[in-house]
């Protein structure tokens, strides 16, 4: 019986290169010079430092054209609120969206089912879905339905077997 199964994962090696390749700019750009701008990677945490809110906007905008441009999804980017820190800075957390949650697990699993095709089951394993059914063209009418549907997260549909 043919399935596959839906994902969100995140390489992060493309993400830590796209926050090296984002101080780097940041370092030789004339509109934060002496601002000690930076961007931190900690497991699955960035840290915006700077010192003014003007100037985390740009950095959060840096940051995500390096995250396009390294094709990592803009959707894993969970925004904290911006904190006051010490010597007139401010400081913000972004934290990293891994793996399916139970509730959009449960929105993955009623979108299948809204499709009404016959055949076709999914179960919630842990953070991903597992999708069965009898035909093949069913499993790929899901996966072109998940695909334009708008998720909070980004997907990625893996583990195909006939």
Request: proline content about 1%; glycine content about 6%; aromatic content about 4%.
């Amino acid at each position: 019986m043919p399935s596959f199964d839906v994902v969100s994962e995140l390489d992060l090696q493309e993400v830590r290169n796209a926050v090296d390749q984002a101080n780097r700019e940041v370092s030789t750009r004339f509109d934060f010079k002496g601002t000690d701008s930076s961007v931190e990677l900690g497991g699955s945490e960035l840290t915006l430092d700077t010192t003014t809110e003007d100037r985390l906007a740009a950095l959060v905008q840096v940051l995500e054209e390096k995250f396009v441009k390294r094709q990592v999804s803009l959707k894993v980017l969970d925004y904290g609120k911006i904190e006051q820190a010490s010597r007139n800075r401010v400081r913000q957390k972004v934290s990293l969206r891994q793996g399916i949650s139970s509730d959009a697990a449960k929105e993955i699993n009623r979108r299948i089912k809204d499709l009404g095709l016959k055949g076709v089951s999914s179960q919630t394993q842990g953070e991903q879905v597992r999708v069965t059914g009898k035909k093949r063209d069913d499993l790929q009418k899901v996966i072109s339905e998940l695909k334009a549907a708008s998720m909070a997260l980004p997907l990625q549909f893996t583990n195909f077997r006939d």
